[in-house]
């Protein structure tokens, strides 16, 4: 659980808000956020804001841009002051508009809410995640904002460990206000450990034997997708099984499947046979003809890799076809590994040579 709690992502970034016209007299006395998330791709936003007017009376006028609300909730949209609901005055220039008469000294509660969708971001991460936005940034049109803006997020029907949660408690959030407080936006695990494992290993066990081959590329990154939920949930017997098919493919078709990219941002490449040594030795097995494999795979791209890393633009020296792109690897994790496998061979000087090199 620790695990997914360093690897939760909670960003400050602009919540959806009524503000008044620019060099208006109105503070902004607090702002809190409440966001409830539902299955699938659903969120209910509510806002509460209190607002005063240190200044003389007068009629102010509100205002929220139409497009931070859904289209589909325009008509029936409405504003709550002080626990009255009150429609628009105006919707022109793509904007809602109130008008509103504040007393000098006088503070009124707003509060408005609305449903959205939230966004899936299948590349950020081996679990995928889902985003949710909610603007803020234009609350800055009063004379003056709070310090910050307390937000309760709370989850229905989704599992704890999406969030880092061991309980379906509400998460209790503070997001930065003063002069520069901006959007504010949430993300969280689209999908458990365990629930990937089996969506991926449904998927793996599904390819007939003629599709399980290195030109498959769908068949090679459910692999890769897998080795990467294993090793999240720690599950390094699977692991190096996983790691030694790709390993053998790799070896099969004399070329490096790597699946890095935009598809994948998290990614980076590391030799399957040296990833299995570490996923053995992780599992307490024998990993001695696992390191000597992973020496016959090293040595050449070993050798190609210490010419090409002096050179102005390495990867013009470093051949794409067998090795891989020189920039999709993690050549420390590669240097230590390969050190590993000869220190496991009896060749230490080789294994210090190795550890000694640095980019």
Same mark, same amino acid.
């Given at each position: 659980?620790?695990?997914?709690?360093?690897?939760?992502?909670?960003?400050?970034?602009?919540?959806?808000?009524?503000?008044?016209?620019?060099?208006?007299?109105?503070?902004?006395?607090?702002?809190?956020?409440?966001?409830?998330?539902?299955?699938?791709?659903?969120? $209910?936003?509510?806002? #509460?804001? &209190? @607002? !005063?007017?240190?200044?003389?009376? =007068?009629?102010?006028? +509100?205002?929220?841009?139409?497009?931070?609300?859904?289209?589909?909730?325009?008509?029936?949209?409405?504003?709550?002051?002080?626990?009255?609901?009150?429609?628009?005055?105006?919707?022109?220039?793509?904007?809602?508009?109130?008008?509103?008469?504040? $007393?000098?000294?006088? #503070?009124? &509660? @707003? !509060?408005?809410?609305?449903?959205? =969708?939230?966004?899936? +971001?299948?590349?950020?991460?081996?679990?995928?995640?889902?985003?949710?936005?909610?603007?803020?940034?234009?609350?800055?049109?009063?004379?003056?904002?709070?310090?910050?803006?307390?937000?309760?997020?709370?989850?229905?029907?989704?599992?704890?460990?999406?969030?880092?949660?061991?309980?379906?408690?509400?998460?209790?959030?503070?997001? =930065?206000?003063?002069?520069?407080?901006?959007?504010?936006?949430?993300?969280?695990?689209?999908?458990?450990?365990?629930?990937?494992?089996?969506?991926?290993?449904?998927?793996?066990?599904?390819?007939?034997?003629?599709?399980?081959?290195?030109?498959?590329?769908?068949?090679?990154?459910?692999?890769?997708?897998?080795?990467?939920?294993?090793?999240?949930?720690?599950?390094?017997?699977?692991?190096?099984?996983?790691?030694?098919?790709?390993?053998?493919?790799?070896?099969?078709?004399?070329?490096?499947?790597?699946?890095?990219?935009?598809?994948?941002?998290?990614?980076?490449?590391?030799?399957?046979?040296?990833?299995?040594?570490?996923?053995?030795?992780?599992?307490?097995?024998?990993?001695?003809?696992?390191?000597?494999?992973?020496?016959?795979?090293?040595?050449?791209?070993?050798?190609?890799?210490?010419?090409?890393?002096?050179?102005?633009?390495?990867?013009?020296?470093?051949?794409?076809?067998?090795?891989?792109?020189?920039?999709?690897?993690?050549?420390?994790?590669?240097?230590?590994?390969?050190?590993?496998?000869?220190?496991?061979?009896?060749?230490?000087?080789?294994?210090?040579?190795?550890?000694?090199?640095?980019?």
């Amino acid at each position: 659980m620790l695990r997914l709690l360093c690897l939760l992502c909670l960003c400050c970034a602009p919540l959806w808000a009524v503000a008044p016209e620019r060099g208006s007299d109105l503070t902004l006395e607090s702002a809190a956020l409440e966001i409830k998330l539902l299955p699938g791709d659903q969120a $209910e936003v509510a806002c #509460r804001i &209190t @607002l !005063a007017n240190p200044g003389t009376a =007068g009629e102010f006028e +509100l205002s929220l841009p139409d497009d931070f609300i859904p289209a589909r909730q325009h008509e029936a949209f409405t504003l709550q002051v002080d626990g009255k609901a009150h429609a628009p005055t105006g919707h022109e220039s793509r904007a809602f508009r109130w008008k509103l008469r504040v $007393e000098a000294g006088a #503070r009124h &509660t @707003l !509060a408005w809410s609305y449903s959205c =969708g939230t966004t899936l +971001l299948p590349q950020a991460h081996p679990l995928g995640r889902r985003e949710l936005r909610v603007r803020l940034s234009h609350l800055r049109g009063y004379a003056a904002l709070p310090e910050s803006v307390p937000v309760s997020v709370t989850f229905t029907g989704l599992p704890p460990e999406l969030f880092g949660q061991t309980a379906d408690a509400p998460l209790k959030l503070q997001h =930065g206000g003063g002069a520069q407080i901006d959007d504010f936006s949430f993300s969280w695990f689209a999908a458990t450990i365990a629930g990937k494992t089996a969506t991926l290993t449904a998927l793996r066990d599904g390819y007939s034997e003629p599709q399980r081959t290195a030109e498959n590329r769908a068949w090679t990154a459910t692999l890769a997708d897998l080795a990467d939920v294993q090793s999240l949930a720690g599950d390094h017997a699977a692991l190096a099984a996983t790691c030694e098919t790709l390993a053998k493919l790799e070896r099969d078709s004399g070329k490096a499947i790597t699946h890095c990219g935009p598809g994948a941002q998290w990614r980076r490449y590391v030799p399957w046979e040296l990833r299995r040594l570490a996923a053995l030795e992780a599992a307490g097995a024998d990993a001695k003809a696992c390191a000597q494999a992973a020496k016959a795979v090293m040595a050449p791209r070993w050798a190609t890799y210490l010419e090409a890393r002096g050179k102005p633009r390495p990867f013009d020296h470093f051949d794409f076809v067998k090795f891989g792109n020189y920039w999709d690897y993690d050549w420390p994790r590669t240097r230590e590994l390969y050190a590993r496998a000869l220190e496991i061979l009896g060749e230490a000087d080789a294994a210090k040579a190795v550890k000694e090199v640095r980019d």
